[in-house]
């Protein structure tokens, strides 16, 4: 009997041990059409029967698949790739680890048909988010950019106008195309039939530098042959323009590609207000009010890249690109009728007139090398010249007579060179990675006009910095540490030099399988801009002065962000919340000297910002419908040595989209996410947008409008200062009620295959030369 009772324990032990352990799912993906060769990177799903998302991965080098921590349950399994028939295959009563051998992909005879999956597939790991875009969401895109809004991700925002990603909470985004970092324009190059996935970094590490978030993505690209693409948004009543072409062609382990975009824009409907109050030493204050008239302004941003990429799959990864960026703006003409507004009747033409140009291209090198036991070394090196041209006319007349006449210019170029070296070491629980970034850049700029200068600045960055990631149970967690040295010297001024220790740390913990908590936060030195540091002065107008400030010193953000979401099903709600400060920061002074307003920078006290916001959303629900719906608060706090400001903005953004059969329609709207800084407030946009789109095969044709419910469009921006206090309001008429067309062409050819990643990307963009704009 005793033996029977025993027998029976250990069955019931038995059982209990084979409920309570966790299922691995494994198998080798083959491709039918190439005598059965390994298939890389094919999309792994993992479904319930009712179709709701559980897990996924994507194949390896040699076509293997592993599936982790699988509950026992019904399940099907999905495998996919553009150009393939969908393999699905039923588990029903998993019960225990299984490998599914060998599973073949056949090519389908019609492209882009055959897939099950609707919904976008999120896999939340330890640093990041993997995002499989669904076929739904693939076949409503025409390129990287519009993929992304479609995504509808939690705290990223894209700008379907000017094609530009950012954060929630104003931080910076970085873009990244198999690991290398790539500017907006590369990605709204990027045709989504080669996009495998998406890797969303929440909480980048230290060598993304002041990265709030990266996006990176996980592309094909072809063995032989390659790819066109041409995507266009053009207005038939407006010079309203956004073009881009690109190509790809492959040849055995090399790739060569070549992209270009322009966006001009020409308005003849746009306009300012102004209203400006003088307060002087003797208690006197005087009331000025610009009544603007249609003025006209014009710009072009356009630029190009040829890149060529030699690799040898698993080992190394060369890669070479010489890029050019420019902008372009002739006209920024505003004219006013400028008056006291105690004396109305006495009125001033005003004139208000600028000319500015950027020139920037860039060469940038670039290899990796995977070495053994889980080690990698990535070097980089970027040359870049700067060449700016800024020319700025302010006249005042009253009754023909000549008031005033000022007019100032710059011409500056500034040469800059940046090295970076990573070294990557993985271990069983994790990864330690450390690297060092030097910048040296030198920069002459020349000031003429009714204030003649000259400036010469040297600069230089060193950047230090070791981190380790790891897992404890159920705690992912990131600890990091860097050094940074600051050094300027401009000629005639004193300069600095400054060090500065950054920690960093991360901590994720997942509670259940659908919600998790992550705390981060860090420390990274700010150096003042070179326009900031600049030894000269410039007029703005017959009372105003803009001055530069060489004793200015680089000063530390100290920064934490919580955020918590939970996602079941097709719904997640996410909320997130971050506190910033900003000790000694470098704001805006004003004060009067001789009768003059001057303008002007220094470290102030601090800056204190905290934003919180919740984000719900949910799709494709009925197979058609899905939506993002967001809201937030900014509250800002702002220190000087002889002012304190608060400032609250109340923000919300809301994006539906709806896709039947080849037909795609979406709505976004959102209102002014406003910033503050020092004493000046600088309004976000007020915009929404409609489009509707037809899309088969290579080809998609749309139509679409601008702000459709308002007959104006604004921009904002307040100073709040004791001495100067302006409102100034300026307004493009043609950006209200704007229709547009689009036309995107896709042409693909050649087998396709992952490319490597590289891993570092620096570029620089600040030009260094003052703004005198009112």
């Known amino acids: 009997m005793k033996r029977i009772g025993l027998l029976i324990v250990c069955l019931i032990l038995s059982v209990g041990f084979v409920f309570a352990q966790k299922i691995k799912i494994t198998g080798k993906v083959l491709d039918g059409s190439m005598d059965k060769a390994p298939f890389e990177f094919a999309n792994v799903v993992l479904q319930t029967s009712d179709s709701v998302f559980v897990t996924g991965a994507s194949t390896d080098a040699k076509g293997s698949f592993k599936l982790d921590n699988v509950q026992q349950g019904d399940y099907r399994l999905i495998i996919s790739a553009i150009g393939y028939t969908d393999l699905v295959t039923d588990l029903a009563g998993l019960s225990k680890s299984v490998d599914l051998g060998e599973l073949t992909l056949d090519e389908a005879t019609q492209q882009l048909r055959e897939v099950t999956v609707t919904a976008a597939n999120i896999v939340n790991q330890a640093d990041r988010k993997i995002v499989f875009p669904s076929q739904k969401q693939l076949e409503a895109s025409t390129n990287g950019i519009n993929l992304l809004q479609a995504l509808m991700l939690p705290r990223i925002q894209v700008n379907p106008l000017s094609k530009s990603v950012d954060m929630a909470g104003g931080g910076t985004v970085q873009l990244c195309m198999n690991g290398v970092k790539v500017s907006a324009e590369d990605i709204n190059a990027l045709q989504p039939a080669d996009i495998l996935r998406i890797e969303y970094l929440e909480d980048p590490g230290l060598r993304y530098g002041n990265a709030e978030a990266v996006l990176n993505y996980i592309t094909r690209r072809h063995e032989t042959g390659g790819s066109v693409s041409l995507d266009m948004m053009n207005s038939p009543h407006i010079v309203f323009h956004n073009d881009a072409v690109s190509a790809r062609l492959n040849h055995k382990k090399s790739e060569f590609s070549v992209s270009y975009r322009t966006s001009p824009r020409d308005f003849y409907d746009c306009w300012r207000s102004n209203e400006e109050t003088f307060h002087f030493k003797d208690g006197t204050s005087l009331n000025r009010y610009e009544k603007g008239k249609p003025g006209h302004l014009q710009e072009l941003n356009h630029g190009g890249s040829f890149t060529y990429n030699y690799q040898e799959p698993e080992k190394y990864q060369l890669n070479a690109k010489l890029g050019y960026w420019g902008y372009m703006q002739p006209h920024t003409d505003y004219r006013s009728d400028l008056y006291n507004v105690e004396y109305p009747d006495h009125v001033t033409d005003m004139q208000d007139y600028s000319d500015q140009s950027t020139h920037r291209p860039y060469l940038d090198l670039y290899y990796q090398h995977q070495l053994k036991n889980k080690q990698f070394l990535a070097l980089n090196l970027v040359g870049t010249y700067i060449y700016t041209d800024s020319k700025r006319s302010y006249q ?119 919600f998790y908590a992550r705390l981060n936060g860090d420390l990274v030195n700010n150096p003042p801009a070179l326009s900031e540091l600049s030894a000269v002065e410039q007029m703005i107008d017959s009372m105003q002065i803009q001055r530069g400030n060489p004793a200015l010193n680089p000063y530390n953000r100290f920064q934490t962000n919580l955020y918590m979401e939970y996602r079941k099903g097709k719904v997640s709600v996410g909320l997130s919340t971050t506190c910033q400060t900003n000790p000694k920061a470098i704001m805006e002074s004003t004060f009067i000297e001789d009768g003059m307003f001057v303008h002007t920078y220094e470290n102030q006290d601090g800056f204190r910002f905290f934003n919180s916001e919740l984000n719900v959303r949910a799709g494709m629900l009925w197979d058609i419908l899905q939506f993002s719906l967001s809201g937030g608060v900014n509250r800002f706090r702002s220190d000087g040595k002889d002012y304190n400001h608060t400032y609250t903005n109340w923000y919300y953004r809301a994006e539906v989209m709806a896709q039947y059969k080849y037909l795609t329609a979406s709505f976004s709207i959102y209102n002014r996410r406003n910033r503050f800084w020092g004493e000046s407030m600088s309004s976000g946009e007020n915009l929404h947008m409609l489009s509707v789109m037809y899309k088969h095969k290579q080809i998609a044709v749309g139509v679409g409008m601008v702000n459709p419910f308002t007959d104006n469009y604004k921009r904002v921006n307040e100073t709040w200062n004791k001495y100067v206090s302006s409102l100034k309001e300026t307004y493009v008429n043609e950006s209200s009620r704007a229709f547009f067309l689009t036309f995107a062409w896709n042409l693909q050819f050649g087998r396709k295959y992952q490319s490597g990643g590289k891993k570092i990307w620096n570029q620089d963009t600040d030009a260094g030369v003052m703004n005198t704009a009112k």
Not at 437 to 460: I, R, V
Not at 483 to 497: A, D, I, M, N, P
């Open 396 to 514: 005042e007349r009253q009754d023909g007579d000549l008031l005033t006449d000022i007019f100032s210019g710059v011409r500056g170029n500034k040469y800059s060179v940046i090295g970076e070296g990573i070294y990557e070491k993985g271990f069983e629980k994790g990864r330690l990675s450390a690297g060092l970034k030097h910048t040296q850049a030198f920069s002459d700029n020349t000031y003429a006009g009714n204030l003649e200068y000259k400036t010469n600045m040297k600069q230089a960055d060193t950047y230090l910095y070791s981190e380790f990631q790891g897992k404890w149970n159920r705690l992912n967690y990131t600890v990091g540490i860097g050094v940074s040295r600051s050094w300027l010297k401009q000629e005639g001024e004193e300069g600095y030099q400054t060090y500065t220790f950054r920690p960093r740390f991360s901590l994720r913990y997942a509670f259940t399988d659908h």
